[in-house]
Protein backbone atom coordinates (compact mmCIF):
# COMPACT_ATOMS: atom_id res chain seq x y z
CA UNK A 1 0.00 0.00 0.00
CA UNK A 2 2.89 2.55 1.51
CA UNK A 3 4.98 1.68 -2.02
CA UNK A 4 2.17 1.90 -4.53
CA UNK A 5 1.21 5.58 -2.85
CA UNK A 6 4.97 6.57 -3.09
CA UNK A 7 5.66 5.19 -6.45
CA UNK A 8 2.50 7.19 -7.54
CA UNK A 9 3.99 10.56 -5.80
CA UNK A 10 7.16 9.89 -7.95
CA UNK A 11 5.23 9.37 -11.27
CA UNK A 12 3.20 12.27 -11.07
CA UNK A 13 6.00 14.70 -9.92
CA UNK A 14 8.50 13.13 -13.10
CA UNK A 15 4.91 13.63 -15.05
CA UNK A 16 4.86 17.17 -14.95
CA UNK A 17 8.74 18.30 -15.13
CA UNK A 18 9.32 16.78 -18.67
CA UNK A 19 6.06 18.33 -20.42
CA UNK A 20 5.41 21.95 -21.17
CA UNK A 21 3.58 23.14 -18.11
CA UNK A 22 7.10 22.85 -16.30
CA UNK A 23 8.07 26.50 -17.30
CA UNK A 24 11.28 26.66 -14.80
CA UNK A 25 14.64 27.07 -16.10
CA UNK A 26 14.51 22.97 -16.19
CA UNK A 27 11.23 23.10 -18.87
CA UNK A 28 11.55 21.23 -21.69
CA UNK A 29 9.95 23.26 -24.27
CA UNK A 30 10.36 26.73 -25.63
CA UNK A 31 8.52 29.13 -22.79
CA UNK A 32 10.64 28.99 -19.73
CA UNK A 33 11.87 31.39 -16.66
CA UNK A 34 15.42 32.87 -17.17
CA UNK A 35 15.96 31.93 -13.25
CA UNK A 36 12.88 30.78 -12.01
CA UNK A 37 13.61 26.86 -10.50
CA UNK A 38 10.39 26.30 -8.79
CA UNK A 39 7.86 24.35 -11.05
CA UNK A 40 5.00 24.44 -9.33
CA UNK A 41 4.60 28.64 -8.29
CA UNK A 42 3.62 29.32 -12.24
CA UNK A 43 0.46 27.91 -11.07
CA UNK A 44 -0.01 27.36 -7.46
CA UNK A 45 1.63 29.18 -4.18
CA UNK A 46 1.02 27.96 -0.23
CA UNK A 47 0.32 31.65 0.80
CA UNK A 48 -1.30 34.43 -0.41
CA UNK A 49 -3.42 32.04 -3.44
CA UNK A 50 -6.52 32.56 -4.72
CA UNK A 51 -8.79 30.18 -3.02
CA UNK A 52 -11.91 30.28 -4.97
CA UNK A 53 -13.43 31.70 -8.14
CA UNK A 54 -17.08 32.96 -7.34
CA UNK A 55 -17.71 30.02 -4.96
CA UNK A 56 -15.60 27.78 -6.47
CA UNK A 57 -12.62 26.67 -4.39
CA UNK A 58 -9.45 26.20 -6.82
CA UNK A 59 -6.53 24.82 -5.65
CA UNK A 60 -3.91 27.63 -3.99
CA UNK A 61 -4.10 29.07 -7.61
CA UNK A 62 -1.19 31.43 -7.72
CA UNK A 63 -1.45 32.27 -11.64
CA UNK A 64 -3.21 35.72 -12.09
CA UNK A 65 -6.91 35.25 -13.42
CA UNK A 66 -8.04 36.77 -16.78
CA UNK A 67 -10.35 39.39 -17.06
CA UNK A 68 -11.51 38.80 -20.88
CA UNK A 69 -15.07 38.26 -21.91
CA UNK A 70 -15.46 35.29 -24.17
CA UNK A 71 -17.28 34.30 -27.10
CA UNK A 72 -19.09 30.87 -26.30
CA UNK A 73 -19.66 27.62 -28.63
CA UNK A 74 -23.47 27.75 -29.80
CA UNK A 75 -25.80 25.34 -32.05
CA UNK A 76 -29.16 25.24 -33.17
CA UNK A 77 -29.28 21.63 -31.30
CA UNK A 78 -27.31 22.85 -28.00
CA UNK A 79 -29.73 21.73 -25.34
CA UNK A 80 -27.46 23.77 -22.34
CA UNK A 81 -28.19 27.72 -21.90
CA UNK A 82 -27.37 30.53 -23.59
CA UNK A 83 -29.01 32.93 -21.45
CA UNK A 84 -28.35 33.35 -18.73
CA UNK A 85 -24.87 33.90 -19.29
CA UNK A 86 -22.35 31.14 -19.16
CA UNK A 87 -19.31 32.47 -19.33
CA UNK A 88 -16.45 30.04 -18.49
CA UNK A 89 -16.16 29.21 -14.54
CA UNK A 90 -14.32 26.90 -11.97
CA UNK A 91 -11.34 25.21 -13.43
CA UNK A 92 -11.87 26.63 -17.01
CA UNK A 93 -10.47 30.02 -15.72
CA UNK A 94 -7.16 28.59 -14.79
CA UNK A 95 -6.62 27.27 -18.21
CA UNK A 96 -7.47 30.31 -19.71
CA UNK A 97 -5.35 32.57 -17.64
CA UNK A 98 -2.80 31.31 -19.90
CA UNK A 99 -4.53 29.98 -22.69
CA UNK A 100 -6.49 33.10 -23.89
CA UNK A 101 -3.57 35.45 -24.62
CA UNK A 102 -4.63 37.89 -22.53
CA UNK A 103 -2.19 37.24 -19.36
CA UNK A 104 1.83 37.58 -18.64
CA UNK A 105 2.61 34.13 -18.58
CA UNK A 106 4.79 34.93 -15.68
CA UNK A 107 1.99 36.98 -13.68
CA UNK A 108 2.09 35.61 -10.67
CA UNK A 109 0.02 36.24 -7.14
CA UNK A 110 2.63 35.51 -4.98
CA UNK A 111 5.99 34.85 -6.37
CA UNK A 112 7.31 33.92 -2.74
CA UNK A 113 9.87 37.34 -2.05
CA UNK A 114 9.09 40.15 -4.29
CA UNK A 115 5.11 40.73 -5.29
CA UNK A 116 6.50 41.25 -9.20
CA UNK A 117 6.07 38.93 -12.69
CA UNK A 118 8.46 35.90 -12.92
CA UNK A 119 10.79 36.20 -16.43
CA UNK A 120 10.07 34.04 -19.12
CA UNK A 121 12.07 33.68 -22.54
CA UNK A 122 9.97 32.38 -25.34
CA UNK A 123 6.94 34.01 -25.09
CA UNK A 124 5.00 36.70 -27.14
CA UNK A 125 5.50 40.75 -26.87
CA UNK A 126 4.40 42.07 -23.19
CA UNK A 127 5.45 38.30 -22.03
CA UNK A 128 2.19 36.35 -22.86
CA UNK A 129 1.03 33.09 -24.93
CA UNK A 130 2.54 33.05 -28.70
CA UNK A 131 -0.10 33.48 -31.18
CA UNK A 132 -0.68 29.77 -32.63
CA UNK A 133 -2.82 26.72 -31.59
CA UNK A 134 -2.14 27.07 -28.02
CA UNK A 135 -3.32 30.31 -27.19
CA UNK A 136 -6.83 29.91 -27.47
CA UNK A 137 -7.97 33.54 -27.26
CA UNK A 138 -11.08 34.84 -26.49
CA UNK A 139 -12.95 32.95 -29.17
CA UNK A 140 -14.09 30.21 -27.76
CA UNK A 141 -17.14 29.91 -30.54
CA UNK A 142 -15.43 26.96 -32.12
CA UNK A 143 -14.57 25.02 -29.28
CA UNK A 144 -15.81 21.96 -27.34
CA UNK A 145 -18.24 24.06 -24.42
CA UNK A 146 -16.92 24.57 -21.01
CA UNK A 147 -19.07 25.71 -18.04
CA UNK A 148 -21.76 23.39 -18.40
CA UNK A 149 -23.69 21.19 -16.16
CA UNK A 150 -24.39 17.81 -17.00
CA UNK A 151 -27.12 16.51 -15.02
CA UNK A 152 -29.77 14.46 -15.13
CA UNK A 153 -32.10 16.91 -16.87
CA UNK A 154 -29.66 17.43 -19.67
CA UNK A 155 -28.82 13.07 -20.43
CA UNK A 156 -33.20 13.00 -20.08
CA UNK A 157 -33.64 15.84 -22.49
CA UNK A 158 -30.93 14.93 -24.96
CA UNK A 159 -33.16 11.30 -24.83
CA UNK A 160 -35.82 13.69 -25.73
CA UNK A 161 -33.74 15.48 -28.47
CA UNK A 162 -32.64 12.02 -30.00
CA UNK A 163 -36.45 11.02 -30.42
CA UNK A 164 -36.95 13.80 -32.46
CA UNK A 165 -33.86 12.54 -35.15
CA UNK A 166 -32.07 15.63 -34.61
CA UNK A 167 -29.06 14.21 -32.61
CA UNK A 168 -27.33 11.13 -32.74
CA UNK A 169 -25.49 10.75 -29.80
CA UNK A 170 -27.18 10.36 -26.36
CA UNK A 171 -25.29 12.64 -23.53
CA UNK A 172 -24.26 10.85 -19.90
CA UNK A 173 -22.46 11.45 -17.16
CA UNK A 174 -18.38 9.69 -17.48
CA UNK A 175 -18.90 6.03 -15.86
CA UNK A 176 -17.60 5.99 -12.59
CA UNK A 177 -13.48 4.75 -12.86
CA UNK A 178 -13.57 6.81 -16.01
CA UNK A 179 -10.37 9.10 -16.14
CA UNK A 180 -12.78 11.57 -17.87
CA UNK A 181 -14.34 14.06 -14.91
CA UNK A 182 -16.57 16.30 -13.86
CA UNK A 183 -16.19 19.56 -12.27
CA UNK A 184 -17.45 22.29 -10.67
CA UNK A 185 -19.82 24.92 -12.33
CA UNK A 186 -22.31 27.42 -11.13
CA UNK A 187 -24.01 27.24 -14.74
CA UNK A 188 -26.99 25.00 -13.66
CA UNK A 189 -28.75 23.19 -16.23
CA UNK A 190 -32.55 23.08 -15.92
CA UNK A 191 -35.14 23.07 -12.96
CA UNK A 192 -34.39 19.97 -11.06
CA UNK A 193 -31.07 17.75 -10.19
CA UNK A 194 -28.73 20.58 -9.68
CA UNK A 195 -25.30 18.93 -9.32
CA UNK A 196 -22.86 21.65 -10.20
CA UNK A 197 -21.05 19.78 -11.56
CA UNK A 198 -20.15 19.53 -15.27
CA UNK A 199 -17.69 20.46 -18.18
CA UNK A 200 -14.60 22.21 -17.95
CA UNK A 201 -11.32 22.50 -19.48
CA UNK A 202 -9.87 20.02 -16.39
CA UNK A 203 -12.54 16.95 -18.05
CA UNK A 204 -10.65 16.31 -20.78
CA UNK A 205 -7.34 17.54 -19.66
CA UNK A 206 -4.85 16.82 -16.73
CA UNK A 207 -2.57 19.83 -16.55
CA UNK A 208 0.13 17.57 -14.79
CA UNK A 209 0.42 14.68 -17.50
CA UNK A 210 1.65 14.95 -20.96
CA UNK A 211 3.17 11.85 -21.68
CA UNK A 212 4.27 12.44 -25.32
CA UNK A 213 4.51 15.96 -25.66
CA UNK A 214 2.93 17.30 -28.91
CA UNK A 215 0.84 14.46 -28.82
CA UNK A 216 -0.81 13.42 -25.78
CA UNK A 217 -1.84 17.35 -25.21
CA UNK A 218 -2.24 16.54 -21.57
CA UNK A 219 -4.96 14.72 -22.28
CA UNK A 220 -7.32 12.18 -19.71
CA UNK A 221 -7.15 9.68 -22.51
CA UNK A 222 -6.44 9.04 -26.09
CA UNK A 223 -3.88 12.17 -27.89
CA UNK A 224 -4.08 14.51 -30.64
CA UNK A 225 -5.41 11.74 -33.47
CA UNK A 226 -7.45 9.20 -31.58
CA UNK A 227 -9.42 10.41 -28.27
CA UNK A 228 -12.93 8.47 -29.79
CA UNK A 229 -12.79 6.94 -25.80
CA UNK A 230 -12.50 10.72 -24.51
CA UNK A 231 -15.75 11.45 -26.25
CA UNK A 232 -17.03 7.75 -25.23
CA UNK A 233 -16.98 8.69 -21.98
CA UNK A 234 -19.89 11.43 -22.44
CA UNK A 235 -21.69 11.02 -25.90
CA UNK A 236 -23.00 7.64 -26.71
CA UNK A 237 -24.13 6.75 -30.27
CA UNK A 238 -26.68 5.10 -29.07
CA UNK A 239 -29.86 7.55 -28.29
CA UNK A 240 -32.13 3.85 -27.12
CA UNK A 241 -29.07 2.72 -24.67
CA UNK A 242 -29.15 3.77 -20.80
CA UNK A 243 -26.14 5.77 -19.40
CA UNK A 244 -23.80 3.38 -17.96
C1 LIG B 1 0.67 25.03 -15.67
C2 LIG B 1 -0.09 25.07 -14.46
C3 LIG B 1 0.17 24.08 -13.38
C4 LIG B 1 1.37 23.69 -12.83
C5 LIG B 1 2.75 24.14 -13.23
C6 LIG B 1 1.05 22.83 -11.73
N1 LIG B 1 -0.30 22.67 -11.62
FE1 LIG B 1 -1.29 21.68 -10.16
N2 LIG B 1 -3.09 22.19 -11.02
C7 LIG B 1 -3.22 22.97 -12.13
C8 LIG B 1 -4.62 23.09 -12.45
C9 LIG B 1 -5.20 23.87 -13.61
C10 LIG B 1 -5.32 22.35 -11.49
C11 LIG B 1 -6.84 22.11 -11.44
C12 LIG B 1 -7.12 20.91 -12.31
C13 LIG B 1 -8.58 20.57 -12.43
O1 LIG B 1 -9.40 21.09 -11.67
O2 LIG B 1 -8.90 19.75 -13.31
C14 LIG B 1 -4.33 21.80 -10.58
C15 LIG B 1 -4.61 21.01 -9.47
C16 LIG B 1 -3.67 20.61 -8.54
C17 LIG B 1 -3.97 19.92 -7.32
C18 LIG B 1 -5.35 19.56 -6.78
C19 LIG B 1 -6.09 18.56 -7.60
C20 LIG B 1 -5.25 17.44 -8.17
O3 LIG B 1 -5.18 17.33 -9.40
O4 LIG B 1 -4.59 16.71 -7.40
C21 LIG B 1 -2.78 19.64 -6.71
C22 LIG B 1 -2.57 18.92 -5.41
C23 LIG B 1 -1.73 20.17 -7.57
N3 LIG B 1 -2.30 20.76 -8.66
C24 LIG B 1 -0.38 20.08 -7.30
C25 LIG B 1 0.64 20.56 -8.12
C26 LIG B 1 2.06 20.44 -7.81
C27 LIG B 1 2.63 19.78 -6.56
C28 LIG B 1 2.73 21.05 -8.82
C29 LIG B 1 4.25 21.17 -9.03
C30 LIG B 1 4.96 19.90 -9.08
C31 LIG B 1 1.73 21.53 -9.76
N4 LIG B 1 0.48 21.20 -9.30
C32 LIG B 1 2.01 22.24 -10.91
C33 LIG B 1 -2.21 23.56 -12.85
C34 LIG B 1 -0.87 23.41 -12.60
C1 LIG C 1 -14.42 17.80 -24.50
C2 LIG C 1 -13.02 17.65 -24.27
C3 LIG C 1 -12.16 18.89 -24.22
C4 LIG C 1 -12.39 20.04 -23.50
C5 LIG C 1 -13.57 20.38 -22.61
C6 LIG C 1 -11.25 20.90 -23.76
N1 LIG C 1 -10.36 20.28 -24.60
FE1 LIG C 1 -8.57 21.00 -25.23
N2 LIG C 1 -8.33 19.40 -26.46
C7 LIG C 1 -9.17 18.31 -26.51
C8 LIG C 1 -8.68 17.38 -27.51
C9 LIG C 1 -9.33 16.05 -27.88
C10 LIG C 1 -7.51 17.95 -28.06
C11 LIG C 1 -6.61 17.35 -29.17
C12 LIG C 1 -7.25 17.50 -30.51
C13 LIG C 1 -7.16 18.89 -31.02
O1 LIG C 1 -6.14 19.55 -30.84
O2 LIG C 1 -8.15 19.34 -31.61
C14 LIG C 1 -7.32 19.22 -27.37
C15 LIG C 1 -6.28 20.12 -27.63
C16 LIG C 1 -6.02 21.27 -26.89
C17 LIG C 1 -4.88 22.14 -27.08
C18 LIG C 1 -3.79 21.95 -28.11
C19 LIG C 1 -4.24 22.55 -29.40
C20 LIG C 1 -3.57 21.98 -30.59
O3 LIG C 1 -4.23 22.00 -31.65
O4 LIG C 1 -2.44 21.50 -30.48
C21 LIG C 1 -4.99 23.16 -26.17
C22 LIG C 1 -4.02 24.32 -25.96
C23 LIG C 1 -6.20 22.91 -25.41
N3 LIG C 1 -6.80 21.76 -25.88
C24 LIG C 1 -6.64 23.73 -24.40
C25 LIG C 1 -7.91 23.64 -23.83
C26 LIG C 1 -8.48 24.63 -22.95
C27 LIG C 1 -7.78 25.89 -22.49
C28 LIG C 1 -9.74 24.20 -22.63
C29 LIG C 1 -10.81 24.95 -21.86
C30 LIG C 1 -11.09 26.31 -22.34
C31 LIG C 1 -9.95 22.93 -23.30
N4 LIG C 1 -8.82 22.62 -24.01
C32 LIG C 1 -11.10 22.15 -23.20
C33 LIG C 1 -10.30 18.11 -25.75
C34 LIG C 1 -10.89 19.05 -24.92
C1 LIG D 1 0.90 29.22 -16.15
C2 LIG D 1 0.33 29.20 -17.47
C3 LIG D 1 -0.46 28.00 -17.90
C4 LIG D 1 -1.59 27.45 -17.32
C5 LIG D 1 -2.30 27.92 -16.08
C6 LIG D 1 -2.01 26.37 -18.17
N1 LIG D 1 -1.15 26.26 -19.23
FE1 LIG D 1 -1.26 24.92 -20.74
N2 LIG D 1 0.48 25.61 -21.53
C7 LIG D 1 1.19 26.70 -21.05
C8 LIG D 1 2.37 26.89 -21.86
C9 LIG D 1 3.39 28.01 -21.70
C10 LIG D 1 2.36 25.88 -22.86
C11 LIG D 1 3.40 25.65 -23.97
C12 LIG D 1 3.03 26.50 -25.17
C13 LIG D 1 4.02 26.37 -26.30
O1 LIG D 1 5.08 25.76 -26.13
O2 LIG D 1 3.69 26.92 -27.37
C14 LIG D 1 1.16 25.10 -22.61
C15 LIG D 1 0.77 24.02 -23.39
C16 LIG D 1 -0.45 23.39 -23.28
C17 LIG D 1 -0.96 22.41 -24.20
C18 LIG D 1 -0.24 21.89 -25.46
C19 LIG D 1 0.70 20.77 -25.14
C20 LIG D 1 1.53 20.35 -26.32
O3 LIG D 1 2.19 19.30 -26.23
O4 LIG D 1 1.58 21.05 -27.36
C21 LIG D 1 -2.20 22.04 -23.75
C22 LIG D 1 -3.12 21.02 -24.36
C23 LIG D 1 -2.47 22.79 -22.55
N3 LIG D 1 -1.38 23.59 -22.27
C24 LIG D 1 -3.64 22.71 -21.83
C25 LIG D 1 -3.87 23.36 -20.62
C26 LIG D 1 -5.04 23.18 -19.80
C27 LIG D 1 -6.23 22.31 -20.18
C28 LIG D 1 -4.89 23.92 -18.68
C29 LIG D 1 -5.79 23.97 -17.48
C30 LIG D 1 -6.17 22.68 -16.91
C31 LIG D 1 -3.63 24.64 -18.83
N4 LIG D 1 -3.04 24.25 -20.00
C32 LIG D 1 -3.12 25.57 -17.93
C33 LIG D 1 0.85 27.47 -19.97
C34 LIG D 1 -0.20 27.23 -19.10
C1 LIG E 1 -17.18 15.37 -19.73
C2 LIG E 1 -18.23 15.08 -20.69
C3 LIG E 1 -17.98 15.34 -22.14
C4 LIG E 1 -16.90 14.94 -22.92
C5 LIG E 1 -15.68 14.16 -22.46
C6 LIG E 1 -17.18 15.36 -24.26
N1 LIG E 1 -18.37 16.01 -24.30
FE1 LIG E 1 -19.20 16.87 -25.92
N2 LIG E 1 -20.67 17.68 -24.78
C7 LIG E 1 -20.88 17.41 -23.46
C8 LIG E 1 -22.03 18.14 -22.99
C9 LIG E 1 -22.62 18.11 -21.58
C10 LIG E 1 -22.51 18.88 -24.09
C11 LIG E 1 -23.71 19.83 -24.13
C12 LIG E 1 -24.92 19.08 -24.68
C13 LIG E 1 -26.11 19.98 -24.82
O1 LIG E 1 -26.24 20.95 -24.05
O2 LIG E 1 -26.95 19.73 -25.73
C14 LIG E 1 -21.63 18.57 -25.21
C15 LIG E 1 -21.76 19.08 -26.47
C16 LIG E 1 -21.09 18.61 -27.58
C17 LIG E 1 -21.40 18.96 -28.95
C18 LIG E 1 -22.47 19.97 -29.40
C19 LIG E 1 -23.80 19.25 -29.55
C20 LIG E 1 -24.87 20.16 -30.10
O3 LIG E 1 -26.04 19.74 -30.06
O4 LIG E 1 -24.57 21.28 -30.57
C21 LIG E 1 -20.56 18.23 -29.74
C22 LIG E 1 -20.54 18.20 -31.27
C23 LIG E 1 -19.70 17.46 -28.87
N3 LIG E 1 -20.05 17.70 -27.58
C24 LIG E 1 -18.69 16.62 -29.29
C25 LIG E 1 -17.72 16.07 -28.46
C26 LIG E 1 -16.48 15.46 -28.91
C27 LIG E 1 -16.07 15.31 -30.36
C28 LIG E 1 -15.81 15.07 -27.79
C29 LIG E 1 -14.43 14.45 -27.71
C30 LIG E 1 -13.34 15.28 -28.24
C31 LIG E 1 -16.64 15.42 -26.65
N4 LIG E 1 -17.78 16.03 -27.10
C32 LIG E 1 -16.33 15.12 -25.34
C33 LIG E 1 -20.11 16.58 -22.67
C34 LIG E 1 -18.90 16.02 -23.04
Known sequence: MLLVLVFGISISHAGITTTKHNLSTSGPGPIKA???????????TPHRAIADIAGISVPLWNHTLSSASYQLFSSATLLSPTSPSIQPDGSSRLCLSCHDG??????????????????LIGTAASGVMPEGVNNVGTDLSGDHPISIELNSTLMDDKAQQCDNGLVSFKVCRPPAGSPVLLEKTNNRYGAGAATGMGVQCGSCHDPHEDPVPGSTVFLRVGDRINHDQLCNACHIADCAAACP
Open 34 to 44: TTEQRVCIFCH
Open 102 to 119: TVALGSVVNTGNTFSSLT
